[in-house]
């Protein structure tokens, strides 16, 4: 079994602190650009599940870093965060 790199090697004076794999990285900066993106847009889980046709507990996956987003939603995302409006009318 071959194990992943790390990209971030734990703090060694840090007794809390862990290393941390390329995979984890990518996850929680793709969680933070869909949980920036909702926020933004001044809408809950719910709210922004329902008005994007996104189902609430995958986005919820996703804004926690439980489940990478693919990049498929990453890229609907960043055009939801730019015309809100435009795409919430596409998908009605």
């Given amino acids: 079994m071959r ?3 790390i990209a971030l090697p734990a703090d060694p004076v840090d007794a809390e602190d862990f290393d941390v794999s390329v995979d984890a990285l ?3 900066q793709r969680a ?3 949980r920036r993106t909702r926020t933004g847009l001044g809408l809950s889980q719910t709210e922004f599940a329902s008005r994007f046709r996104v189902p609430v507990g ?3 996956d996703w804004e926690q870093a439980r489940a ?3 990049d ?3 890229a609907y995302v960043r055009v939801i965060g730019r015309h ?3 795409v919430a009318d ?3």
């Fill in 58 to 60: 995958t986005l919820r």
């Fill in 32 to 34: 933070r650009l869909i």
């Fill in 26 to 28: 990518d996850r929680s």
């Fill in 68 to 70: 990478t987003a693919p």
């Fill in 72 to 74: 498929f939603a990453v």
């Fill in 90 to 92: 596409a998908v009605a």
């Fill in 84 to 86: 809100p409006d435009l």
């Fill in 3 to 5: 194990s992943e790199p």
